[in-house]
């Protein structure tokens, strides 16, 4: 009989307010087989409507006024702003709150600079309950129905363990993936990430603009500056546009996967893996997967402009010459020769295509396995295997794409004007950042960058004779 008590009293479940949030709550706990009730500060006033207006009375739900609704329930979520908790409990409802469980569900309109979260303050007007900050990252419509978007995961936080362990436990009965966030203490970064919009994408998209940028300066100077009347401008939109979007791929490919490089040498130079790397290469390291994703867009828009532009007009060098022989006998006393244009295309043309397409469908591959569900079935290993080892040969082939498309042109240009065609510029550093990464393959270094991340560290002492290097 006790332990069937038991379960019943904690399959309860109190919310103070009534509002979409509040009701989107309880609706979800309802499904879940709790049992829900509502407290307000005007009871007799207070309805259930629905996130999408519509408006239902739930016989099960229970709505009472605040006091008691804290003194019936253990575990009571405060689904009001902050700017009403000191109304809503004041130290007669504060007194009830002993030993209960509240968990602030509220968040900011702005970032007023506070270093006090929401939660922290209803701590200090309910001392004795124990606080716990969760389900702020949700929305009601996301609450209240499956199909909703946005993230599932919900972060909990609460000094106490205990507590965490319980809001967690329900979390998980309502349908959703929570995940233990520290003590209070991260409350304040919980309620300030709901105001921050794409914030892991702000440098690289920064470095995106500055790279799409540079080549689109690089090829107006090159086709309409430097040579004038070498390109016409209504071929501007796709065609010089074309290779603007090829070559900041590579760039932008280059950026995700040098960081990686940089690092190893860094730690070879430091001699050891435990100091910290500096705030730009970290911040760097954090970028690669939406660099990546960017790049991926652009080679998308890349390989669908090069298909409609796919032809002997726009790719010349790509297609074979040949004329047809069209006798025309009136008036003429010899034969017209014309010229129809490339029939068959040529083995540059055919190479090049083969291992452009080859690296468009292992970006695809990368940018597949970079989804969070995709990452998350995939062991460590894997995971290296596909965006390392697979993502380098990506770059070798999308490196190896341009080679043959502009080799015959470059040695025909010869130096040093071939430093003003874009495609051998746009090859540059991705062939540089190939190549470090083959030094780093290189048994003697590899075997020493292995050794250092494993833990072997090369300590520098102080002795009489000078100074000399220790291994431990």
Known sequence: ?????????????????????????????????????????????????????????????RVTSVTDCVKA?????????????????????????????????????TRNGTQTSNARLLSTLVPEATIVKAYNTLSAYG??????????????????????????????DMGFDPYENGGLGSALAMEESVLVVFPEWKLPGAMAVLVVLFWVIFALSRFYFATPGIMRWDQLPLKIFNKVFGASTLTLLSLTYLPSTCAAFLQVVNGTKHKRFPGWLDAWLKARKQLGLIAFGLICVHACIST?????????????????????????????????????????GELSLLFGILAVALMTVLAVTSLPSVTSAMSWAEWRLVHSQLGYFMLTLAVTHVYVMGVPKWVKTGFP????????????????????????????????????????????????????????
């Open 308 to 348: 409609l532009i796919l032809s002997p007009t726009y790719m010349s060098a790509w297609f074979e010459k040949s004329s047809v022989l069209i006798i025309v006998p009136a008036n003429h006393t010899h034969d017209v020769p014309l010229n129809l244009g490339g029939v068959w295309m040529t083995w540059i």
């Open 73 to 109: 329930i253990d575990v009571v979520i405060v689904a009001i702003h902050a700017e009403h908790f000191k109304s809503t409990f004041p130290p007669e409802v504060a007194s009830e709150c002993a030993g209960r469980i509240l968990v602030d569900v509220s968040n900011r309109n």
């Open 417 to 472: 004007l071939v430093f003003f065609r874009v495609k051998f510029m746009s090859i540059v550093f991705p062939t540089l950042v190939i190549v470090l990464r083959l030094v780093l393959l290189l048994p003697c270094l590899s075997a020493y960058v292995d050794r250092i991340r494993l833990g072997w560290e090369r300590k520098r002492v102080d002795t009489r004779m000078g100074v000399c290097e220790q291994s431990v």
């Open 1 to 61: 009989m006790d332990r069937k008590s038991a379960e019943l009293k904690r399959k309860a479940v109190g919310i103070v307010g009534s509002g979409q949030f509040a009701t989107a709550l309880a609706l979800r706990f309802l499904r879940a087989g709790y049992d829900v009730t509502i407290g307000s500060r005007r009871p007799e006033e207070a309805k259930i409507i629905s996130v999408d207006g519509g408006e239902s009375v739930f016989s099960d739900v």
């Open 143 to 172: 609450v209240e129905n499956d199909s909703a978007g946005g993230s599932r995961r919900v972060p909990v936080a609460s000094d106490d363990a205990r507590a965490r362990a319980v809001v967690m436990e329900m979390t998980r």
